[in-house]
């Protein structure tokens, strides 16, 4: 090949059309020569002869005058055509742009080639399929065709290369029976190109069946069933083809590396990566390739030895955009952020190589992983500027940057600016919106996607049907269901593990229960999914049959595990097991416990009454004390009415910093039901001067697919007087059986009887009266808040519950309560 690229560039006529024809035919998965076609003959009488003529540079002020003019060459021909004089000239040119990558160009000089021969026909497809145009390919295959032009072997593996680009399938088929007509199938390349094809398709069995019956297997042919299995992730397969290949005598090349080291990396298989490292590095592949090297830096991330990634990032003699690019990436997949941006500096100012926008793409996750929205707008504006940010991987990653920085305007924004969507693009904005506390937007988001006929997978089933939990919407959680089977992702773990969480936190326990019985694979996280369910609706000892169950199925609980069992046990007033399950955490499993562990064992002690326990153990916590720890010894003193401790508590808070206007409020709630309300009204000023905002009380009831939301003393409803007037009959029938309100939960210093009105108007009893008015006598309600439920309420619902005869189910931001014949399932522990 040296020789032959060597006298390409100096004009010498050596190349007969013979070996050019050969060398085109080069297999497409490669041998690991690449080479440039500089020349070329017409197939009408040519001499097959290359030659570089002083006049060319003619025919390219020609072709940027035709590309100016909008496309249509304006050539000072007769009819717009070359004659025989031009011909060698704009062949040869044609050539040189091909090799140069200019596809456009060379197409609008074959355009002026009248009755183009087989040879440049298919010169100008393998540009096609070569240069990211597998549609162009195979509209000029058509176009030969029709022009009845007679394809030979040298056509079909260029044009087969662009079906396995395009995934299609019927033509690869098509053109199958074809070569089977005319005696072809045979021939090494023509079967290569089909081995590739169905392999990319899927049609693993097919190709099988091919490659064993191929009478002549190459190098090429090996690496395109090597590069198929790794394609679709099996491992093993992979492995023993390659085992398989040097049985049979064949040497495995860079290639074959490059197409075996993904699949080692999906697998974490490091002592194979290794081993693979070993071979390339006696075959001297690890510094000269760059592709290999690349690929085992890459690996070596992915099985998380980013030592080994930077040696042989380090050890790699030619490094390009595409090994930095990888290199960027393996630190942030070791979530290395920092070391990726100053990679990412050093890779653009220093070596002055362009960004890829794999790279691009690679940075904004890191600028999202840190939260660093300043940086993440200052790559949005390098995108803008240098037209990376049409591209649709680098939009994608924008809009997750933006999302994870919690910033969803500018996401929304954005995601409204793109021209081109992609699933990935709306399974980011979905998440987004989510995380942002956005449900109700990524519906929408969701149902746009539909009517786009975008397909959703189920990346984006994962973040639409937590949204149907966030709202407690379980009408369009159960079409999400519906959807999940209809497409076919009810196998998928992650989707059912969402599916059960939404069942869950909608009400429907049972519902979640069969479903994760169902389920014909289950995970950690699905066993955690259940367990933190059964925790929320008070079903504590469900919970610990789980946790025991998961045993016996040999999993190991993680860290998440016990924060679900924990939950579990202080919603459901177990106390000893919690302290039991607290204490096996370290000693049994080796578990580390963390923050979120020390605030269910407080939360635990302190709905049980044992305050000061629970402050002991706070003082004993070896790790640096944690705002979130006080605050839920805080939330036990407001249950308990223990005003002294819970002055101490807060002196603690605010020494610490208070995180939010919880513990305010909780503070505040203190005093006034201790009936001082200038204490109280002095913490609310306090808050106030420290910028911290009370979240309003806010209840929602989905009612035939729609949620309808209310706040305290809400007139805003269409319905509102209806809602009134059901409220004020519901209170003369609960005080005749006894219902007294306690205005201890009324915060204002006001009249009792003007309290008694403040209670009646809660947002809760608002949603419950909506719920009686619309849906049919017996039916249950079902009614979410975001706010703990308030004392009053609490009795009242039991009340409401007898009256008309209905199961009610609230759930509040801690737990379930369901309400039936004036009894609560919390049974006191809420």
Known sequence: MTVLRRSLFSGFNLVPRLVRCQWLAANPLGSGETGLITGGASGRGSSGRLELLPDADAVDRLLLGALRDGGAARLDKPCDRFDEADLSVVENRLFHHISCGKVDLALLLFEKIDRPGVFLWNAMIRACSWNGRPRGAVDLFRRMISSGVTPNKFTFPFFLKACSGLLALNHGMEIHGRVMRIGLHSDVFISTALLDLYMKCGQLKISRRMFDKMPQRDIVAWNAMVAGCSLHGMHEDTLNLVLEMQRAGVIPNSSTVVALLPTIGEAKALSQVKSVHGFCVRRYMDKAH????????????????????????????????????????????????????????????????????????????????????????????????????????????????????????????????????????????????????????????????????????????????????????????????????????????????????????????????????????????????????????????????????????????????????????????????????????????????????????????????????????????????????????????????????????????????????????????????AGRFDEAASVRILQRDQGFKKSPGCSWIEIRGRVHAFVGGDRSHPCSSKIYETLGDLFIEMRKMGYRPDTSYVLQNVEEEEKEHLLLYHSEKLAISFGILTLSAGQPIFVAKNLRICGDCHTATKFISMITRREITVRDANRFHHFKNGTCSCGGFW
């Open 290 to 673: 760059v592709l290999v090297g690349t690929a085992l830096l890459d690996v070596y991330a992915k099985c998380l030895s980013l030592d080994y990634s930077e040696k042989v990032f380090d050890g790699v003699t030619a490094k390009n955009e595409v090994t930095w690019s990888a290199m960027i990436g393996a630190y942030v997949s070791c979530d290395r952020m920092v070391q990726a941006l100053e990679a990412f500096n050093q890779m653009v100012l220093d070596k002055h190589y362009p960004p890829t926008p794999t790279t691009l793409a690679s940075i904004l996750r890191a600028c999202a992983r840190l939260t660093d929205l300043s940086r993440g707008r200052h790559l949005h504006g390098y995108l803008t500027k240098s037209g990376f940010s049409s591209d649709i991987t680098v939009g994608n990653s924008l809009l997750s940057m933006y999302s994870k920085c919690g910033n969803v305007g500018d996401a929304l924004v954005l995601f409204g600016e793109m021209g081109t969507r992609d699933t990935v693009s709306y399974s980011a904005i979905i998440s987004g919106c989510l995380q942002n506390g956005s449900a109700e937007v990524a519906l929408r988001i969701f149902r746009q996607m539909q009517a786009s006929s975008t397909e959703p997978d189920s990346a984006t089933m994962v973040g639409v049907i937590p949204a149907c939990s966030h709202l407690a919407a379980l009408q369009h959680g159960r079409c999400s269901h519906g959807y999940v089977v209809v497409r076919g992702l009810s196998s998928d773990t992650s989707v059912c593990n969402a599916l059960v969480d939404m069942y869950a936190k909608c009400g429907r326990i049972t519902l979640a229960r069969n479903l994760f019985d169902r389920m014909s694979k289950r995970d950690i996280v699905s066993w955690n999914t259940m367990m933190s369910g059964y925790g929320i609706h008070g079903l504590g000892k469900e919970a610990l049959s789980l946790f025991f169950g998961l045993q016996a199925v040999g999993l190991e609980p993680d860290d998440v595990t016990f924060i679900g069992v924990l939950t579990a046990c202080s919603h459901s007033g177990l106390v000893e097991e919690g302290k039991e399950f607290f204490s096996a955490m370290s000693e049994k499993f080796n578990l580390v416990p963390r923050v979120e562990h020390c605030i269910c064992m407080v939360d635990l002690l302190g709905r049980g009454g044992f305050l000061q326990e629970a402050r002991d153990f706070v003082q004993k916590i070896p790790f640096a004390q944690d705002v979130r720890v006080w605050g839920a010894l805080l939330s036990a003193c407001r249950l308990h009415k223990d005003v002294k401790l819970g002055e101490e508590v807060s002196r603690m808070i605010q020494k610490l910093g208070p995180e939010g206007t919880g513990n305010f409020v909780l503070l505040s709630n203190i005093y006034s039901a």
